[in-house]
């Protein structure tokens, strides 16, 4: 190895890398608890402790019904967080939205519109960066790279809303399926579930997130959840309620929930897919979102951007034309 590249990969190692989740779907469905449930899995590094100021959300569940109504998210908020993730250092971003309604369309509507401005007014910063004469080397990367789309398991797969919201957000942004509360379900329930879920996407032609299962993208130590994580769409969560569990086998403390037949360990594969999220989220696949955000998503927006200012100068100089022409005809 060269004496330039071993000073490169030194400076890769050290290097921060920007990672930005965004979360949406309809109210209740447990986004704020799945971010509240990353967040105490993070190894979050002691200087940043200090300087970030975290929502009140992320240190007290909801578990009454009550409650739940009266911590729903009022309005999309986010906040920064620098991690370490197997050796890697991270600027971890994660935006929580407001939950969308199910009984006013119109609302509905401008909900999903405010959710996708979030995500282009983020690319907007990336184009402003670009256009500078001079470009700041330090700019921060606040291109959401994946958002998790929440779809509600009472349901029997994807609804008509489900369906039009995820085709607009599709065109936008990589977007992964979940489903929470997965404790709500039996396991043949939970993958009937799912099987529709899959069958409803590939029906209705929406282009959620692929994982690719492809030899030259594969880290050996990863490989397996790599080759296998198309399999886990949509992923299945459980988020753990505040109470101090212990695992009754082993006596040590788990994430989890309690119920009269037993306890669920919400980091437990058997039981969720929270780890394999996670784990395709900061780790496999991480670099991946950010690629084809920039390459695809970020692409397709600059082009339409550049298009539309274009299109909106010409017709300037067209009506300026037309009304000098009937200026002279007065
Ligand atoms: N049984 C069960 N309940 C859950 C789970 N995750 C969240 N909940 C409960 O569901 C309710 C809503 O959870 P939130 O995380 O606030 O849901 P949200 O999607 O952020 O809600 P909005 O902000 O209103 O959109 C709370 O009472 C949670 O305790 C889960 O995995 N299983």
């Not at 991480?286 to 298009?307: A, N, P």
Request: charged letters at 30%; proline letters at 3%.
């Amino acid at each position: 190895m060269s004496a330039n590249m071993s000073r490169g990969s030194r400076r890769r190692k050290h290097a921060v890398s920007q990672l930005n989740i965004m979360v949406v779907g309809f109210s209740s469905l447990g986004k704020t608890s799945f971010i509240r449930m990353l967040y105490n899995t993070l190894c979050v590094r002691e200087y940043s402790k200090e300087k970030t100021e975290l929502p009140a959300s992320l240190f007290q569940s909801s578990e009454t019904a009550q409650d739940a109504a009266a911590s729903s998210t009022q309005e999309l908020y986010s906040f920064t967080l620098d991690v370490e993730e197997e050796g890697e250092k991270i600027s971890l971003t994660l935006v929580d939205s407001p939950g969308f309604v199910r009984d006013n369309e119109l609302r509905l509507d401008v909900q999903v519109t405010e959710a996708l401005r979030y995500i282009e007014s983020q690319f907007d910063h990336t184009l402003a960066e670009e256009t500078k004469v001079k470009r700041n080397p330090k700019a921060q990367d606040s291109q959401i790279h994946a958002c998790l789309y929440f779809i509600d398991n009472t349901n029997n797969g994807l609804t008509d809303k489900d369906i039009r919201i995820l085709k607009r957000l599709t065109a936008r942004v990589n977007v992964i399926p979940v489903v929470a509360k997965a404790d709500l379900l039996t396991t043949t329930q939970l993958a009937n579930l799912k099987q529709a879920i899959k069958n409803d996407l590939k029906e209705h032609s929406i282009p959620v997130f692929d994982f690719p299962v492809d030899d030259e993208l594969m880290d050996p130590e990863v490989e397996e959840v790599v080759a296998n994580a198309q399999s886990f769409i949509p992923f299945s969560l459980i988020a753990p309620e505040d109470a101090d569990l212990s695992d009754p086998t082993t006596g040590e403390k788990i994430r989890g929930r309690q119920y009269a037949w037993g306890i669920i360990d919400c980091l437990n594969p058997k039981h969720c897919d929270f780890v394999e999220l996670r784990n395709v989220l900061l780790s496999s696949h991480r670099k991946l979102f950010k690629d084809i955000t920039l390459e695809v998503f970020y692409e397709q927006y600059r082009t339409e951007r550049l298009m539309a200012r274009k299109a909106s100068k010409m017709i300037t100089k067209e009506q300026k034309k037309k009304l000098l022409e009937d200026l002279s005809e007065i």
